[in-house]
């Protein structure tokens, strides 16, 4: 008896939701991520964020961009997904925001 299994994104699905309980100085602090990584993206409405913190009940991430744009009792979304930079000559000389897209405005 032979069992194949189809290959795909396990977590295209999957939502998972968390709640900001604190958002001071660029750093908000979220109960409900149960299973998240350090250097996961963290969805807002606004804006992104990066975990830094695990805990035994919360996550700390750093904000991605204004820290006045997300207050206690927003949502935040799991990305499942590790920020990652990009290298080469494509970026050679370029600014990057802290996502890692090349950031024209300067």
């Keep these: 008896m032979s069992t194949t299994f189809e290959t795909s ?3 295209s699905d999957i939502k998972e939701f968390g709640i900001v309980s604190s958002s001071i100085d660029g750093v908000t602090r979220l109960t409900g ?3 998240a990584f350090i250097g996961e993206v963290i ?3 606004i804006v992104s964020g990066v975990v830094l913190n695990l805990e035994n009940l919360i ?3 750093a904000i991605l961009g204004p ?3 997300i207050k206690m009792g927003d949502m ?3 990305g499942f997904i590790e920020v990652l930079l990009p290298v080469g000559i ?3 000389g370029s600014v990057l925001d802290p996502i890692g897209r ?3 405005h300067y």
Excluded: Q, T, W
């Design 9 to 11: 994104d396990v977590y």
């Design 43 to 45: 969805d807002f409405k």
């Design 102 to 104: 090349i950031y024209r």
């Design 76 to 78: 935040g979304e799991r």
């Design 33 to 35: 991520f149960d299973d």
């Design 59 to 61: 996550v700390g991430a």
């Design 67 to 69: 820290e006045d744009s």
């Design 90 to 92: 494509s970026v050679l």
